[in-house]
């Protein structure tokens, strides 16, 4: 089965760091880039960093810019997200992703199941 599995969201004050991974199995991962979207309450799923696939491309939203990063490990089929200097607004369940298509039509990604990260003040 083809499946993204996240890990490493909890509970942080502001101002602290987390670190979240998203294991795949039952693809060609190293074929595939990668990214992290957020949803908070009553918001939008929104984009929050992406890797190319031989991971010299990084991009980032503006919320996030040098506060998070992203990097890909394709020997033990792993993407993470490095969160630092956390802030309330960042709350949000956070997904993996893999673009199936090759240039993120969301109707070809495959989205992990989520983790919860609380951010309080």
């Known amino acids: 089965q083809v499946q993204l599995v996240e890990s490493g969201g909890g509970l942080v004050q502001a101002g602290g760091s987390l670190r979240l991974s998203c294991a795949a199995s039952g693809l060609r991962f190293r074929d595939y880039a990668l990214g992290w979207f957020r949803q908070g309450p009553g918001k939008e799923r929104e984009f929050v960093a992406a890797?190319?696939?031989?991971?010299?491309?990084?991009y980032y939203a503006d919320s996030v810019k040098g506060r998070f990063t992203i990097s890909r490990d394709n020997a033990k089929n792993t993407v993470y997200l490095q969160m630092d200097s956390l802030k309330p607004e960042d709350t949000a369940v956070y997904y993996c992703a893999a673009d199936l298509s090759g240039n993120w039509d969301t109707s070809k990604t495959l989205w992990g199941q989520g983790t919860q990260v609380t951010v309080s003040s």
């Open positions: 890797i190319s696939v031989s991971g010299g491309n990084t």
